[in-house]
């Protein structure tokens, strides 16, 4: 199959995928497909055409791999007017309660509903059901404590969703942390 095919399909998979896909689901899906067997270099040379044409000046999207895929992004020039956009249709936004159990799972996981209720004080069965309702969190396992409790991770969708790659990009703690947040200095 000629390449200029190849990176025609490839373009629709990305431009389809809600997530970022990964140079294995595109080979999987070409390859049922077209019944032959696409090579990984190929795909890798149909995800540099697509890297380049997106890339000129006439597109407002650009081709990003996130989180080992590939997804259509807006480019960094355009974020202000689609944050416009986002911003008369989040009715769907994250509670602070949601927001506080999600930053505890992305930074103490795989992490227990009890453990996170413990740092939270209160109860978290709602906003972890809503985190696991928008996909943002999933199910990792069972921990090996009495009970088996079910632990708790962040998915791919939420590594999209906020633009990493790996969870060491998340800010760390001195990141954020404001000077007048100290204890112990004197308010004068």
Known sequence: MPQK???KH???????SVQSISVQEIILALNAVFEEEILESQIFESLDLISAKYNKDD?????VNLNKGY???????????VNQLQLHRSKKKLSQAA?????????????????IEQIRGVNSD????????KELISIEGKAETPG?????????????YFGLNHL????????????ENTVGENAE
Request: no cysteine; proline share 5%; aromatic share 10%.
């Open 5 to 7: 095919d190849i990176t």
């Open 10 to 16: 490839v373009e629709a998979l990305i431009f389809s």
């Open 59 to 63: 597109f407002a999207i650009e081709l």
């Open 71 to 81: 997804q259509f992004l807006t480019k960094k020039d355009f974020h202000e007017t």
């Open 99 to 115: 927001m506080e159990t999600l930053a505890i799972i992305a930074y103490r996981q795989p992490i227990t509903k009890l453990e």
């Open 126 to 133: 709602y906003s972890v059901q809503r985190l696991l309702e």
């Open 148 to 160: 088996r409790p079910i632990l708790y991770s962040t998915s791919p969708l939420f590594m999209d």
């Open 168 to 179: 060491n990009q998340l800010p760390q703690l001195k990141d954020i942390a404001k000077e």
